[in-house]
C-alpha cells in the first residue's frame, strides 16, 4: 500500500523559509514523478510543483516560481520542498502526491503552512 | 494553460439519485482527465484515470466518460458516503498540472 507522509508544516512570517519534506513507501520511489499540491483554506487545488523520477527535471506553478525548490532523494524514497519568501497566499494545506506525467494516483494527508505575522 | 469549468458549483441530490457532473476544458486533453473525491479534512481519492477508468477499489457506480474537451462524471446512485466535493483535472498539457474549480454534492 502506498504511504506519504508530509512533515514540515508550520506558522512562519511573510518573507521567511521553510522546508517540507514527504517520506514515500509502499512502492518503488525511483520509478514514478512525484508533485507538491496545495489548498489555501476553503478553496481548490492548485499544482505547486513536480520531479522527475530520476530528479533530473523539475517543474514549478508560475505563483511559485523562483521562490521554492523541489527535490528527492531516491536512496532515501524521501520528496522535498523548501520554500522562500513566503507570502500571505502560500498558507494552504501542502500535499504530497505521486505522479506528475501518470496520474496522481495517491496523496498524503497533508501539512499545514500559515504564513502571517 | 488549460482551464478546467466544472459545473454546477453545487448540486443538491438525495441518496439514491443520480448524480451528472461536468467539466468542460478551455482546448482538447484527449482523454488525460482526472476525477478526484475529496470529504471534508481529508486527502483527495482518485476515482477515474484517462477519463473513464475506474481507480482500484472505486464502486461501479461511479463511471467517467469524455474526450477532448467535455466530461462527465456520472454517480448512478447516490450512497451517503458519496457527499463530497469533486474535482476533475487534467495532465494533457503540462506544466502546469490544472484542476477544476469542484463540485459539491451536498444532501438535499
Known amino acids: 500500500e502506498v504511504h506519504l507522509l508530509e512533515s514540515g508544516g508550520a506558522l512562519v512570517q511573510p518573507g521567511g523559509s521553510l522546508r517540507l519534506s514527504c517520506a514515500a513507501s509502499?512502492?518503488?520511489?525511483?520509478?514514478?514523478?512525484m508533485s507538491w499540491v496545495r489548498q489555501a483554506p476553503g478553496k481548490g487545488l492548485e499544482w505547486v510543483s513536480a520531479v522527475s523520477a530520476s530528479g533530473g527535471r523539475t517543474y514549478y506553478a508560475d505563483s511559485v516560481k523562483g521562490r521554492f525548490t523541489i527535490s528527492r532523494d531516491n536512496s532515501k524514497n524521501t520528496l522535498w520542498l523548501p520554500m522562500n519568501s513566503l507570502r500571505a497566499e502560500d498558507t494552504a494545506v501542502y500535499y504530497c502526491?505521486?505522479?506528475?506525467?501518470?496520474?496522481?494516483?495517491?496523496w498524503g494527508q497533508g501539512t499545514l503552512v500559515t504564513v502571517s505575522s | 494553460e488549460i482551464v478546467l469549468t466544472q459545473s454546477p458549483a453545487t448540486l443538491s441530490l438525495s441518496p439514491g439519485e443520480r448524480a451528472t457532473l461536468s467539466c468542460r476544458a478551455s482546448?482538447?486533453?484527449?482523454?488525460?482527465l482526472a476525477w478526484y473525491q475529496q470529504k471534508p479534512g481529508q486527502a483527495p481519492r482518485l476515482l477515474i484515470y484517462?477519463?473513464?477508468n475506474r481507480a482500484t477499489g472505486i464502486p461501479a457506480r461511479f463511471s467517467g466518460s469524455g474526450s477532448g474537451t467535455d466530461f462527465t462524471l456520472t454517480i448512478s446512485s447516490l450512497e451517503p458516503e458519496d457527499f463530497a466535493v469533486y474535482y476533475c483535472?487534467?495532465?494533457?498539457?503540462?506544466?502546469?498540472?490544472?484542476f477544476g474549480g469542484g463540485t459539491k454534492v451536498e444532501i438535499k
Open positions: 509502499g512502492f518503488t520511489f525511483s520509478n514514478y514523478a
Open positions: 502526491a505521486k505522479g506528475y506525467d501518470s496520474t496522481i494516483d495517491s
Open positions: 482546448q482538447s486533453v484527449s482523454t488525460y
Open positions: 483535472q487534467q495532465r494533457s498539457d503540462r506544466p502546469p498540472l490544472t
Open positions: 484517462d477519463a473513464s
